[in-house]
């Protein structure tokens, strides 16, 4: 049984830098769920967030990516930033063939 109506939504993979697709939220409380295999020293992700679908920019209060340097699954959750749209930036990767998995939650 759903205790909310919080919805997932699977977001394209990414091997290079890039971005993912996009996904319609209309939220303000968003859970990105990343999952990287193959990594070598680390990369550095972007979480994003647009009001129009054509220009994003970074949901982090100070306006700083996020360092993953270990292969696994990571959370991260952000609020009180209200977006009709989210997607994961790939900004770096050092070392390794590594793929950046995203599943996005919203509510």
């Known amino acids: 049984m759903a205790l909310y109506p919080f919805t997932t939504e699977a977001l394209t993979s990414l ?8 996904v319609k939220v209309n939220a303000s409380a968003v859970t990105f769920q990343v999952t990287v295999s193959s990594i070598g020293t680390n990369v550095v992700v972007r979480f994003e967030g647009s009001l129009d679908d054509t220009n994003f920019f970074n949901l982090d209060d100070e306006d ?18 209200p977006v009709e749209y989210v997607r994961l930036r790939l900004v770096s990767i050092s070392g390794g063939t590594p793929t950046v998995a995203t599943v996005v939650g919203a509510l």
């Open 15 to 22: 091997t290079a830098t890039g971005t993912t697709s996009s």
């Open 64 to 81: 700083e990516d996020t360092t993953i340097a270990t292969a696994g699954t990571t959370g991260y959750s952000l609020s009180g930033t």
